[in-house]
């Protein structure tokens, strides 16, 4: 390794003494203008993970759905996955060294990890639109180059292209080809074959809104316009020619505030959609006669997909483990409707797609979806190959029918993360298939009325949690308050936990009323403020 060649770049993106950050939820999130050093650093372990994996590692610049302000890097493992946890140990460790420790640490990682440094590194880097990012991927570039490593910078892309370009590389194109157009391609030919049966019964073509945040996901879907069929009409809305990313609008905003986004004009009953930021999470709405707004969240999302699955496999009689995994956000109506009405197997992991990636790993068909429309599904191997065969060999129409499907599903899938983009085709091809509208898919099951909050205090690292993040264990006293406060409402469930992306605290809380569930985030917000450290003002009531 060429420590002179590091020390001397890193001066360049040299860590101011003090500053220190934690790989998170979703990797590094914070004000961008703290981020130089971590970004160089990202570059440098990528290009180490890459030497120990033997393969082509990723590295996203993007902070989602935070404001325009914040930035962030997510890096992207082998098969497109997240990177994996113990990694994710020594990137804080990297991020936090001061200059005169950089080179132990990165010594102790190659020990620690046995990294090959004579083997050939290559990494792949993606950013958003953020002002900041052009330079911070810069700053990634110059660590890949400090260690000699070789990169190839797609530029402007959604996360979820930058994750299937790893998975492309990797597979040495068998997943699909590592361009933008072979994304394109691989998605809308498994897009139009799906649809092949539906549009001959349908009367005109579809239409959806789509909210794109003010970000990369609007850039993308206008490049791929052009490779989708002529039965599908998408309309672009918030698109960054007008308005700030994510500032009222954009996936996380719809959901929090359970309403429609700034900058979309809803005709009743219409169809619309919103993605985030970098694209990788999707929610669904429509307002109906009355003017009411309704929310069809990931857990929605995950039911649609889940029931259209379970249909399928039993139609090819194939015997095939399906099950869907949620995080403590999923509505309790949700569940019980996959339970009890759908009679499919829900697992409760953790909050962050990498932990419902992979507890979904452990079945032949894993959904995973976060209530905040992050997900996607797993088949693995031996299922994919099962369901390829038997669409081209069954002899039975109607089940080499549905193997078909179930192929083209495949296909249209982004198997690596939640993609909005490919989320959405599903969804579409779903609903068509289904001769579904997004009423009748809304009607599947009622949400709980529910409300998310955030409180500010002084270190979020006093609460831990356990059981999924459903109960605290720390600090004392905050759980007995929580339980208390529950039992004296209807049907209630509350939880708190740190972000991983903020440095706030989120409270969720959901009840037999939206009264009843706005007083109860309330009662438990003021609990976390006084049992927590809160900082500036007390929580205030819900409007
Ligand atoms: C990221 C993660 C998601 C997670 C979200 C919020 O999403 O990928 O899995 O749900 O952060 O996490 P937290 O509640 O810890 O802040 P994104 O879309 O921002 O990358």
Redesign the pocket.
């Known amino acids: 390794m060429d420590f002179d060649a590091v020390t001397k770049y890193s001066a360049l993106h040299a860590k101011p003494p003090g500053l220190s950050s934690q790989y ?4 590094f ?1 914070t004000k961008a203008e703290n981020l130089n050093h971590t970004m160089f650093r990202m570059g440098l372990l990528a290009v180490l993970r890459s030497k120990q994996t033997k393969a082509t590692i990723g590295v996203m610049v ?5 404001p325009e302000e914040d930035n ?1 890097v ?1 890096l992207i493992d082998p098969l497109g996955e ?1 990177l994996a946890p113990s990694w994710e140990e020594h990137a804080t460790c990297l991020a936090n060294a001061e200059e005169p420790e950089l080179q132990t640490v990165l010594s102790d990682i190659c020990q620690k990890e046995a990294v090959d440094l004579q083997h050939n590194a290559f990494v792949v880097i993606g950013r958003d639109t953020r002002v900041s990012s052009k330079k911070l991927s810069q700053s990634v570039i110059d660590g890949v180059s400090a260690l000699g490593g070789r990169y190839h910078d797609y530029g402007l892309v959604t ?1 979820p292209q930058l994750h299937y370009m790893v998975c492309c590389q990797n597979t040495h194109g068998n997943y699909g080809t590592a361009t933008v157009e072979g994304y394109y391609q691989k998605l809308s030919k498994a897009f139009m074959q799906l649809i092949k049966q539906a549009v001959s019964r349908k009367d005109g073509p579809m239409h959806l809104k789509i909210d794109c945040a003010n970000g990369i996901g609007a850039l993308k879907l206008k490049e791929m316009e052009h490779y989708l069929p002529e039965c599908l009409r998408i309309h672009i809305d918030n698109d960054g020619s007008k308005g700030k990313l994510n500032h009222l609008c954009g ?2 905003f719809v959901k929090v505030h359970q309403k429609p986004p700034v900058g979309l004009e809803m005709k009743t009953s219409e169809r619309c959609c919103s993605f ?3 694209a ?2 999707i929610v669904y709405y429509y307002n109906d006669t009355t003017g009411r707004f309704h929310l069809l969240d990931g857990d929605k999302i995950a039911t649609l997909i889940s029931t259209f699955l379970k249909e399928l496999l039993v139609k090819t009689g194939q015997t095939l483990t399906l099950a869907v995994i949620q ?1 403590a ?1 999923a509505n309790g109506s949700s569940t019980r409707y996959l339970e009890e009405a759908m009679k499919v197997p829900v697992h409760c992991a953790k ?6 990636h992979h507890k979904a790993q452990g079945f032949d068909v894993g959904v995973y979806f ?1 209530a ?1 429309g ?1 997900g996607t599904v797993l088949f693995s191997k031996a299922a994919e190959e099962k369901i390829r065969q038997q669409a081209e060999h069954e002899k039975d129409n109607i089940k080499r029918e549905a193997a078909k499907i179930l192929e083209n599903t495949i296909d249209l899938i982004n198997q690596t993360v ?1 993609d909005a983009i490919s989320d959405m085709l599903v969804i579409e091809a779903i609903l068509a298939l289904k001769n579904f509208t997004v009423q009748q898919w809304d009607a599947m099951y009622t949400d709980l009325p529910n409300r998310q909050l955030k409180v500010k205090v002084a270190d979020r690292r006093v609460i831990d949690t356990t059981d999924a993040e459903r109960r605290a264990v720390k600090p004392p006293g905050l759980q007995e308050k929580i339980d208390a406060l529950v039992k004296k409402v209807k049907w209630a469930r509350a939880f708190v ?6 440095d ?1 605290v ?1 409270v969720y809380a959901e009840a037999d009323t939206q009264e009843n569930a706005d007083k109860l985030a309330h009662e438990v917000s003021l609990a976390v403020y006084h049992l927590a450290g809160g900082a500036g003002e007390e929580p205030k009531p819900v409007v």
């Open positions: 998170g939820t979703a990797g999130r993007t902070a989602s759905h935070n962030g997510k997240m996360t996936a996380d985030d930021g970098d990788d999470r995080t956000y909050t962050g797609v990498k932990h419902l976060e905040n992050h939640g936990r740190p972000s991983g992306t903020e706030v989120r």
